[in-house]
């Protein structure tokens, strides 16, 4: 801001910082300020844009860090936008891919989309939130749309994407199709006049097109604000469906409670700031108290209460702690216990002991299974073919052999 611009207001710093909370990066943060300013002043609410594209059917915990907070900036009183690519999700997002990925049929798009807007109104509130498609406009485009399009980027802005110039260098192809991905994306934002565009690291390129071609169309660029990218479990991976590390909304009480359990101390502060509604300074002085002797166990306890408070109800979030002490902690399950990776789900619970260590030969597992020493989540296996799928689990042999296991997707 140049010093002949007035002060930002008490009001308009807060909302600066209620946005910065957790984020990778404000781009750029003088114009987002000058932004608020002049939404205050006029009363008029910035547009806030988020696109999903519906790859999946369900949202899990990482798709929730930039729906939190869009509905902090929805608190604050500014018009979000959840925007529905089932017009791009056709066409497949390159991002962060080192190969083309097969783009999903109309079909698969509108079975994925009827559940992604009603699991993001447990974040949104429904009444303040507009929900567009982005096939409304990019339909109507046309061979001769998406010519004039193209003729407002270059090939060599296009090329300065990571993954693009990484795949070019190392031979693997590269679809003229996927270059109209990052286009289209910043078309909607020229069609909605965004003011704001959230999205994770990965999106960051295409972001940026957005504000690009908004300023070839004549518009105020938006702002760009990236989210970090969610570790999953088991702390290594980005959540994900398909590494098995991931937190579903609409899971069981008991499922999300355990899951949540499971994370490592050191990732339950990331949780925190990028999942919890707590302010930074109620998480700063539950981090003093651990440090003057609160057991971290008790920290995890609350954010999983949270959680699945926000996700379910109260009620069902003390019947999940009720559950979880009855099963784990009344069994005295150890506060710290090896956490090992034995390979891709499904995989035959024989082998996953012998593989975490839990078990010196298959003939030793077996006893175990057959003698109801053997336990997953705090079930007791009597199945000795059982496979588990890709995930995390506790897994327990006996009254003093545990280990967190991962088996990836």
């Not at 990066?25 to 300020?33: I, K, M, P, Q, T």
């Not at 940026?208 to 702002?223: A, D, I, S, T």
């Not at 979030?317 to 559950?323: G, K, P, R, S, T």
Request: net charge neutral; glycine share 8%.
């Amino acid at each position: 801001m140049s010093s002949t611009e007035a002060p930002l207001t008490s009001e308009v710093q807060e909302a600066l910082r209620i946005t910065k909370r957790g984020c990778d990066e404000l781009l750029v943060e003088s114009e987002f300020a000058r932004k608020l300013a002049r939404s205050q002043a006029s009363g008029t609410p910035l547009r806030i844009k988020l696109g999903l594209d519906p790859t999946a059917p369900d949202i899990h915990l990482g798709h929730t860090v930039v729906l939190n907070k869009m509905r902090q900036l929805q608190d604050l009183g500014h018009t979000v936008i959840f925007l529905i690519g089932d017009f791009t999700s056709m066409i497949g997002d390159p991002s962060g891919r080192n190969a083309t990925r097969p783009p999903l049929t109309a079909e698969q798009v509108h079975e994925n989309a009827k559940t992604y807007y009603a699991q993001a109104s447990l974040v949104l509130d429904p009444a303040k939130t507009e929900i567009r498609y982005n096939a409304e406009w990019c339909d109507k485009l046309g061979s001769r749309g998406v010519i004039q399009l193209a003729s407002r980027y270059t090939v060599a802005r296009m090329m300065e994407r990571d993954d693009f110039t990484k795949r070019f260098k190392g031979g693997i192809p590269i679809s003229v199709h996927e270059f109209l991905y990052p286009l289209l994306q910043g078309y909607d934002s020229v069609v909605l006049k965004a003011d704001l565009e959230l999205g994770g690291t990965d999106q960051k390129f295409n972001l940026l097109v957005g504000r690009e071609l908004q300023k070839e169309y004549g518009q105020e660029p938006q702002c760009v604000l990236t989210m970090p990218l969610l570790e999953g479990m088991d702390g290594v991976d980005k959540m994900s469906k398909s590494k098995g590390n991931y937190i579903g909304i609409t899971e069981t009480p008991d499922s999300m409670f355990g899951k949540l359990m499971s994370i490592s101390d050191t990732l339950m502060w990331k949780y925190y700031e990028l999942l919890s509604f707590r302010s930074m300074d109620d998480i700063s002085a539950l981090q003093a108290q651990i440090r003057q002797g609160l057991n971290p166990r008790e920290a995890k306890v609350m954010l999983a209460q949270e959680i699945i408070t926000r996700f379910h109800d109260r009620k069902a979030a003390e019947h999940a702690l009720a559950n979880f002490e009855a099963r784990f902690r009344d069994g005295a399950m150890p506060e710290d216990m090896p956490e090992v990776q034995v390979g891709k789900g499904p995989l035959g619970i024989l082998k996953v002991l012998r593989e975490a260590g839990l078990a010196a030969s298959g003939a030793e597992a077996q006893r175990n299974v057959e003698q109801g020493g053997v336990r997953v989540d705090g079930d007791r296996i009597e199945d000795k073919s059982l496979q588990l799928p890709a995930g995390t689990y506790v897994v327990q042999v006996g009254k003093r052999k545990f280990a967190r296991v991962t088996l990836t997707g």
